[in-house]
Antibody
Framework: EVQLVESGGGLIQPGGSLRLSCAASGFTVSSNYMNWVRQAPGKGLKWVSIIHPSGDTYYADTVKGRFTISRDNSRNTLYLEINSLRTEDTAVYYC???????WGQGTKVTVSS | QAVVTQEPSLTVSPGGTVTLTCGSSTGTVTSGHYPYWFQQKPGQAPMTLIYDTSNKHSWAPARFSGSLRGGKAALTLSGAQPEDEAEYYCLLSYSDGRVVFGGGTKLTVL
């Protein structure tokens, strides 16, 4: 069974840092296009970042310079490093594996003092 | 960055047919944008219905289909059921490597 499981969310103060993880089973992270997607409370889905099988990475303009996507092939896990957290980063963060479109259940990040 | 547009809301009668569309500010949507369609119900993670324009997931009901129509990506629901009431999002990929979601369509079955 294909499964993605996110972890690492929580309550963080503004200016802090966080690393989110997305562990895959039945699915090879390094062979697929892996995305991070976020959804602020009551809002729509917003694409955050992607890492290609080649290792190329791309970011939405709103997070470029603060977010870093990476993967650990040996652990079959995707990561998102978030620095200089802002209140507007509060959201549920999902990983999405393409091309088949498999989603994790999400991890909630709350940025508040 | 490109803007992807969807109808904010649509209503369909039970058993009826409705088409949701997904347009791009850059012009015609093609198969090269690898259009996706997702369904999200309140409190749940999104679920992929259609990938690469028209490929349907095994878990997607047969009443959903994807296509290109009139310069846009389209999701057609034929024979709407009450459980199809949800938010629907499209996603397009662009040649600069970035990916953009549409704003979502709230579908009401009434």
């Amino acid at each position: 069974e294909v499964q993605l499981v996110e972890s690492g969310g929580g309550l963080i103060q503004p200016g802090g840092s966080l690393r989110l993880s997305c562990a895959a089973s039945g699915f090879t992270v390094s062979s697929n296009y892996m995305n991070w997607v976020r959804q602020a409370p009551g809002k729509g889905l917003k694409w955050v970042s992607i890492i290609h099988p080649s290792g190329d990475t791309y970011y939405a303009d709103t997070v470029k310079g603060r977010f870093t996507i990476s993967r650990d092939n040996s652990r079959n896990t995707l990561y998102l490093e978030i620095n200089s957290l802002r209140t507007e980063d509060t959201a549920v963060y999902y990983c999405l594996g393409a091309p088949i479109g498999v989603w994790g259940q999400g991890t909630k990040v709350t940025v508040s003092s | 960055q490109a803007v992807v547009t969807q109808e904010p809301s649509l209503t369909v009668s039970p058993g009826g047919t409705v088409t949701l569309t997904c347009g791009s500010s850059t012009g015609t949507v093609t198969s090269g944008h690898y259009p996706y369609w997702f369904q999200q119900k309140p409190g749940q993670a999104p679920m992929t219905l259609i990938y690469d324009t028209s490929n349907k997931h095994s878990w997607a009901p047969a009443r959903f289909s994807g296509s290109l129509r009139g310069g846009k990506a389209a999701l057609t629901l034929s024979g709407a059921q009450p459980e199809d009431e949800a938010e629907y999002y499209c996603l397009l990929s662009y040649s600069d490597g970035r990916v953009v979601f549409g704003g979502g369509t709230k579908l009401t079955v009434l």
